[in-house]
């Protein structure tokens, strides 16, 4: 199957789950002559159709990266910050993501670990100090 | 910094030692038995919304005043209007005594409809009100109606001949307004025209331009234009005569319609919050109640005078929340999840 | 008008008071780094920065000047990274990713850096010499656009959509939809249900811009740049040409018509910055078609839309001052801060406290020559932005997206929910699939349902009244003139 076609197979049955969705909705009162289905059915719908122009095969295939194994290290490495942040607190947990950023940018270890420990002292000072965004503090602050 | 810091500490303890002296707060004295620690306001909002404003002028007027020492941070929690902060409470912070968390009438009506997953007002422990906007009920200057007995008459005879707009979804504590008029009217409020607008700002703009009769707004986002006499004011859903510019308009309830609007802002804590906590964070919002620097702070947050703390709060916000149950049963509002 | 220069006049008096004009300053330097940090908006800083106007005690024309400055300096910002690194900072900055990061591709983003402060300064200054002289009378017009008025506008935006894409039309619309779509997560304001929340609280109250925006432009960015060896050519950007007087004169015909666009659009309270840099920039690409190269690197298509940002921004100020009505939450934080200082905000602000308001005006004059002034120089510094090394750039810039979105929110969700828009931003930009769009949907669709039935609420469901007025009519014809004209154009050329 053709990228493109992939494409086309998502859209629809995109369309399909949101035009599901939007139909069993109980809406208790109709307070408005549109309701709240109309207008997302119709969008879905219209999303659908340009999903299904794209079943046509044409269109490039999916290009496959020269690196294959580094974009789901990042997005492994974003998700395991996203549930550590809280854990760890910000100061941690953002010096290893941006470590482990750097270093699947090709950073030589010691290179990676100063852009870590900078970046996320920096942007510690910039939101939970001058921003006053507090920010998690994690087991440094216990 | 920290000499600055620990001198504004110094005169606040004295000043705490002179309110307990005179004893003029009966808690002052149990409250000493607990000292926050990085205490925290939660907004359950984005920095700049409504109860964003709540956390961080009032705990900058509590910082102000001496009432708490300890410097009181604002945390942003946005996320279903509330129910992600309700939830985080009391997933993650049951017992935990310095956690202070914003709260208003839209809160309760969120309870209410069960909108706030398996939490509702008997998972907080109420603190106390910091003070309250009132419902008013506008209409264009130039309008048919001249007071509340005429569209209650018109609203009876057809609820959908008036349109009406304000800033909230059907449900919102600005449809209540909306809602309950009609309902006073002998109207069924499922049946009456209410059009959602995107903030009181756009629903001024669409009465102004004609596009709806009625606006069920709050009175300080309408002054200036009662002020500049753009529109009429029907009614001030308060059970007295508001203050100030508005202390000509007439209460619904001189007009012979039981309603009231009043929309109360003020804190809850977790709900195993420590008793010495609870009575901390009670009595430092009675203190700062009559801190005669609290009223130009409070009315510069939009809010008039409502004083209501402890147990007293604990109970209207329960009666409140059971009353908004019974209006969203009524007219089939409450969700599935409940 | 002789009144209004002399009430000019005492609106300078008051904003060239030392203390004023570095408050103007200070203004303006937030203002451009809020533009430039992801998930810290203006109407985030302004609320910020309210608690300590008033710890310092600030006079109420001096904090209005301040935060306004904060306000209008941000649509300064929000193109530096739009530009530099094809992430736009906020909603009106997408469209300047079109042109404006193919030209820092080709070593020209100091010169699309520069033609777009040019055109900030533009815009904002001519809106505020309209507002100066005009601002009652058209705010009183501004009213009077009807639901179904918006109704016609939005779908004239939307309609443009097809023009934004560049490649395949299937593919745009599907994006827009795409968009229109996640507008509709939350609770619906029609009926209070919940639409496509799948029962998560944190989905409540709807998906968050900066959010859609961070995942798919920057996270999205940012992986597939790691799938590629690192590009020695990273280097070279920034040393291109510099900004020539000859395209400036070449784009500003662009900026006099998004200005027009910009400011008209503005003073409607229910319309935005958004609506117009999006009508600016594909009324430029239209008007151009045969002359232009726009999505390529076109000047003009960087010129457009941020000058159309800055004239609504400056715009949305209208309604505000002259009515009290705000037409975005930042103009209502603006406005809630007039209140803190017990100044009634509304019509009589101008003969009640001619100081604040006229001092504001005023200011606005001073603090886009400042802005600019700021900027120009500030080009070359942020240019070199793209010399830094990828692996000390991209950490940095995926560490401030996630600390921005968090410290505005407090979520873990939030994070994964970027994370997840950032694998599709990725896996759509291999196939070609436009991402402006989605964003586009996403900023209008809400707009559109919500008029739209707003509309039929008020006319009790006749779809007549969609038409009922001659700016909707001719609204409507310029969307279908709109749809239409691919077709046409591809006949006329086969």
């Known amino acids: 199957m053709t990228a493109g076609r992939l494409l086309g197979v998502f859209l629809v049955a995109l369309a399909a789950l949101a035009i599901w969705s939007a139909q069993s909705l109980e809406v208790p009162f109709a307070a408005d002559p549109l309701g709240p289905r109309a207008f997302p059915s119709t969008v879905a719908l219209l999303m659908g159709l340009c999903g299904a122009l794209l079943l046509v095969p044409r269109g490039p295939a999916f290009e496959m990266p020269e690196r294959k194994a580094a974009p789901p290290l990042l997005v492994l490495v974003m998700a395991a910050y996203a549930l550590l942040l809280v854990p760890l607190g910000f100061l941690v947990a953002t010096a290893l993501l941006a470590i482990g950023v750097a270093l699947l940018f090709g950073a030589r270890p010691l290179a990676a670990i100063g852009t870590g420990l900078i970046t996320s002292a920096v942007l510690w000072a910039l939101f939970d100090r001058v921003l006053d965004l507090p920010l998690p503090k994690g087991f440094l602050g216990a | 910094m920290n000499s600055l810091r620990g001198r504004t ?67 942003n929690m946005p996320g279903g209007i509330g129910a992600v902060a309700i939830n985080h409470i009391n997933a993650q912070r049951r017992t935990d005594a310095n956690v202070i968390v914003a709260v208003s009438t839209g809160s309760w009506v969120n309870m209410a409809q069960g909108r706030f997953g398996r939490f509702a007002e008997n998972d907080v422990r109420w603190i106390g009100a910091i003070g309250a906007d009132y419902g008013v009920i506008a209409v264009r200057r130039d309008s048919r109606f001249t007071n509340l007995g005429e569209l209650m008459a018109a609203l009876r005879a057809d609820p959908a001949s008036v349109p009406m707009g304000a800033g909230g979804a059907v449900g919102s504590q600005d449809w209540h307004k909306a809602a309950l008029i009609a309902r006073a009217a002998g109207a069924d409020p499922r049946r009456m025209r209410y059009v959602p607008f995107e903030g009181g700002g756009q629903s001024m703009a669409a009465l102004l331009g004609g596009h709806i009769q009625v606006f069920p707004g709050d009175a300080s986002e309408v002054r200036g234009q009662f002020e500049a006499g753009e529109i009429r004011l029907l009614a001030v859903l308060s059970a007295q005569r508001l203050p100030g510019a508005l202390a000509q308009v007439p209460t619904a309830r001189e007009q012979g319609v039981e309603v009231d609007w009043p929309i109360v802002r003020g804190f809850y804590g977790p709900p195993q919050m420590p008793d010495a906590a609870y009575n901390f964070w009670v009595d430092a919002i009675r203190r700062l109640q009559a801190n005669p620097a609290w009223p130009e702070a409070r009315s510069a947050q939009g809010l008039f005078e409502f004083n209501l703390v402890g147990a007293e709060y604990a109970e209207l916000a329960k009666r409140r929340t059971a009353e908004f149950r019974q209006l969203a049963r009524e007219v089939g509002l409450v969700t599935q999840t409940q | 008008m002789m009144e209004t220069f002399a009430a000019l006049g005492g609106g300078f008096a008051v904003a060239l008071q030392p203390t004023n004009l570095f408050l103007a300053l200070i203004g303006c330097i937030i203002g451009t780094a809020i533009g430039v940090l992801p998930g810290i908006g203006p109407l985030n800083a302004i609320a910020l920065l309210l608690p300590f106007c008033l710890a310092l005690k600030l006079p109420p024309e001096s ?16 193109r ?126 709807g ?96 010129a457009a839309p941020e000058t159309a940002d800055n004239a609504a921004q400056i715009g949305n100020l209208v309604p505000m001052l002259s009515l009290g009505i705000p037409g975005s939450g930042t103009t209502a934080v603006l406005l809630g801060a007039l209140l803190m200082y017990n100044i009634t905000p509304g019509p009589l602000l101008f003969e009640q406290k001619p100081d604040v308001a006229w001092g504001l005006i005023a200011s606005m004059y001073i603090g886009n020559c400042m802005l600019l002034l700021l900027n120009l120089p500030l080009v070359g510094i942020f240019a070199r932005l793209l010399t830094v090394p990828a692996w ?26 970027a ?63 709109a749809l239409l004209w691919p077709l046409l154009a591809r006949r006329r050329a086969a």
């Open chain 3, 207 to 302: 998906l968050d811009f900066t959010v859609l925006a961070i995942g798919l432009f920057a996270i999205g960015e940012i992986l597939l740049l790691i799938e590629t060896r690192i590009r020695a050519e990273a280097a070279k950007l920034g040393h291109g040409q510099r900004l020539t007087f000859g395209e400036i004169l070449f784009c500003l015909p662009a900026m006099f018509r998004a200005t027009g666009i910009g400011f008209v659009i503005g003073v409607l309270p229910g319309a935005g910055a958004s609506v117009a840099s999006a009508l600016s920039y594909t009324a430029e690409k239209r008007l151009n078609e045969n002359t232009g190269k726009f999505g390529q690197g076109d000047m003009r298509g960087v």
């Open chain 3, 63 to 78: 904090a209005l000047i301040l935060l306004a400055a904060v306000y209008y300096g941000s649509g300064y910002g929000g």
């Open chain 3, 80 to 205: 530096i990274t739009a530009i530099l690194l094809n992430m736009p900072g906020e909603p009106s900055a997408v469209l300047t990713t079109l042109d404006g990061h193919p030209l820092a591709k080709q070593g020209r983003g100091g010169a699309a850096l520069a033609i777009s402060g040019i055109g900030s300064f533009v815009g904002a200054t001519i809106a505020v010499v309209l507002m100066s002289f005009l601002s009652v009378p058209l705010a009183r017009v501004a009213v009077a656009f009807s639901p179904a008025d918006y109704v016609a506008l939005i779908a004239f935006a939307l309609s443009l959509l097809g023009a934004v894409g560049g490649g395949s039309a299937p593919k745009a619309w599907a994006a827009g939809c795409l968009g229109i779509l996640l507008a509709m997560v939350g609770i619906d304001s029609g009926t209070g249900v919940e639409r496509y929340t799948a029962g998560s609280m944190e989905l409540l109250g």
């Open chain 3, 419 to 481: 994370i997840g828009f950032g694998i599709m931003g990725w896996a759509f930009r291999k196939l070609d699939v436009p991402l402006v769009p989605i964003i586009l949907g996403f900023v209008l669709g809400r707009m559109l349902e919500d008029n739209l039935r707003r509309a039929m609420s008020l006319s009790d469901g006749d779809v007549m009244a969609l038409v009922a007025s001659p700016v909707s009519i001719a609204l409507w014809v310029m969307t279908l003139g």
């Open chain 3, 392 to 417: 000390v750039l991209y950490p940095g810039v995926l560490a401030l997206s996630f600390a921005g979105v968090y410290a505005a929110s407090n979520s873990a969700f939030d994070l994964l929910l």
């Open chain 2, 9 to 75: 500490g110094e005169t606040s303890m004295q000043r705490r030692a002179l309110l307990a002296a005179t004893a003029l707060m009966p808690f002052a004295a149990r409250a000493q038995g607990f000292t926050p620690q990085n205490p925290e306001c939660i907004a359950p909002a984005a920095p700049g919304g409504g109860f964003d404003l709540t956390c961080r002028l009032t705990t900058r007027m509590l910082n102000e005043t001496g009432i708490v020492t300890q410097p009181i941070r604002t945390q």
